[in-house]
């Protein structure tokens, strides 16, 4: 596979399309620049790093559960460069490319000679995370192949590399760029901490991913996950990507399958965050194989915990088990290697017999058999994501997960300072953002300039537009005590003769009582109440005197000490917009998925009950 995202020449003509990694995967390009290496020493040195690469690997992410593929290298050739390439394919986690990265950027620091380059389906990801920082110069559009990790740290090819043309770096370009040996790398600590401030977690972060839980599942599954506790990733994404198809087996009472519900045991079972909550999120109907299995557990136990827990065990492993079983369906013939294995391993099971499958006394010397994890961090709190927008993580005591652990945290204050710092930018005009570098058309260029040449001739007298409001909505009028408004800067006005039918006043008339119609219908239904409950803590103080909204008040609108809490009635009109949807595709979903954030299923209240 070419590495190569090249789509123009330097001189401008068209070469090729630019190659664009497949969605959820992360490629990593390992090179060794140092011209005093010939050929036979290179090729040694590249597979020392490999084989460090995987003991590093080994060492550091121990016992963890990839969602698709693991971290791996080989070797690569392609035109004059010899390096080392992997690609991993990190689904729905997309902690598994961070802690790629994480690996990556330790490496560096083992090796004084080596050079890394990382992307993903989005192209540059590290800039992405130091957007703010980023030279203006550099733009998605010619960040091709400028971002490289060395020595840990991270460099960014100046315009230099492309001889001060604002174009995208091919591979070969950006590699005899770096072994020129210039001095012109941009090295910035600001940019980064930012690329790489979701490594400061790490390697921490790999125990804190893992999450046991105890299943009922039959003993075969028991042992096999024993053998090969990775296994359960595939089984998982195949029963959370399930199908018709796949399903076929699970239909029938009747149909012969690899894991009957029969000699079902608890234990304990290792899954990452991700996978569990995959598991534990999906609706799925009890198969007809498994409800006389339900239908026992529902008979009352002595133990009234036990037996509340029970069911929400068994609900697990069904569909642990369903899933496992789907895998087994087509595993021989899946790319993944894990299923492979797993229906390898199937394979010898049914050739052996149950005479090797373990004794509930060989399972009780399992290493943590009875683990069975908090599962709170699935719960998202109301108050607690109020409290974490607000900054207030000491309102609460005691022990504190979902939006109160130290990543979400982190995360979501990071999330709105920015949103924060991005709407009160001032040097932002009517025009909005800045589009400073961008590309564009240049047959638009002289339309542009003809529209600039006519802007100039409108003006905007906000003065005049917030009078005019004010009376279309009959709110009596405010006087301006400026001195850009004394009568010798105001505009003479004209008294209008009685006795001739003004059809624009009655017009006005009109609008005003339209106005004033529909403000007491919506206060008779309660929609301008804007604080419904008296007594409910505020969440947004009134700015200081220093403020510009305050300074405007004291030129002469009335000013209010009553606080109205916004964030209350923003979020339940959020959550009302939300529940609207039923389900579907709509505004307050997607306006909240952009933003990061995944409103949970709208439960049945009987559910709730």
Known sequence: MNSEDKAEAGDGTFTEFPRKLPENCVEYLLFILDDRLQAPSLLSDLENIRREAIRLCDDIAKGYIWQRDSFQLRLERDQDLVYLRGATDYGDAVEDEWLIVYLLRELTRRFPALWVRVSDGDGEFLLV????????????????????????????????????????????????????????????????????????????????????????????????????????????????????????????????????????????????????????????????????????????????????????????????????????????????????????????????????????????????????????????????????????????????????????????????????????????????????????????????????????????????????????????AVQSKGPEHSPEHSKPTTIPDPTVVDGDGNDDEDIRQLAAQMEAELKGHGALKLDPEPGHSKAIKARDSNSKGKEKMDKGEESSEEEVDIDYNLAKNLLESFKSQAGMAGPAGNILGMMGLQLPRDEDEKDED
């Open 129 to 476: 995370e130091a957007a703010n920082l980023l030279p203006k110069w550099l733009s998605p559009e010619i960040d091709s192949n400028r971002t490289w990790i060395h020595d840990g740290k991270l460099y960014i090819l100046p315009l230099a590399a492309s001889l001060g043309v604002k174009r995208p770096l091919s591979l070969t370009e950006a590699v005899s760029y770096i072994k020129s040996g210039s001095d012109d790398l941009v090295h910035s600590a600001f940019v980064e901490a930012e690329a790489f401030y979701r490594l400061e977690k790490y390697p921490g972060h790999i125990r804190n991913s893992i999450h046991h839980s105890l299943v009922t599942i039959p003993r075969k599954l028991a042992y096999i996950l024993h053998e090969k506790p990775s296994a359960v990733a595939p089984a998982v994404e195949a029963f959370y990507l399930r199908d018709p198809v796949a399903m076929k087996p699970l239909a029938s009472s009747s149909q012969e399958v690899h894991l009957p519900p029969e000699d079902l045991v608890t234990v304990s079972v290792k899954f990452t965050k991700v996978l569990f909550a995959q598991l534990k999120s999906q609706r799925f109907s009890c198969p007809p194989i498994w409800t006389p299995v339900f239908e026992a557990a529902e008979t009352p136990t002595s133990e009234a915990e036990e037996g509340q827990k029970t069911p929400a065990r068994l609900d697990i492993g069904m569909k642990l088990t369903s899933g496992f079983e789907m895998l087994a369906t087509h595993a021989d013939k899946k790319d993944n290697r894990l299923a492979r294995e797993f229906a390898m391993l199937l394979e010898d099971l049914e050739e052996d017999g149950d005479q090797v499958l373990p004794s509930n006394r060989d399972m009780e010397a399992w290493e943590d058999v009875k683990r069975d994890d908090d599962e709170s961090w699935l719960d998202i709190n109301f108050e607690d994501f109020e409290n974490e927008l607000q900054g207030n993580r000491g309102l609460r005591s005691g022990k504190r997960d979902g939006f109160g652990d130290s990543t979400a945290q982190a995360d979501l204050q990071k999330m709105v300072s920015r949103f924060e710092t991005f709407l009160n930018d001032e040097s932002a005009g009517l025009e909005g953002a800045e589009m400073e570098d961008m590309d564009q058309d240049d047959d638009l260029s002289d339309e542009d300039e003809d529209s600039d040449d006519e802007d100039k001739a409108v003006s905007f007298d906000e003065e005049q537009f917030s009078r005019m409001m004010r009376e279309m909505m009959g709110l009596p």
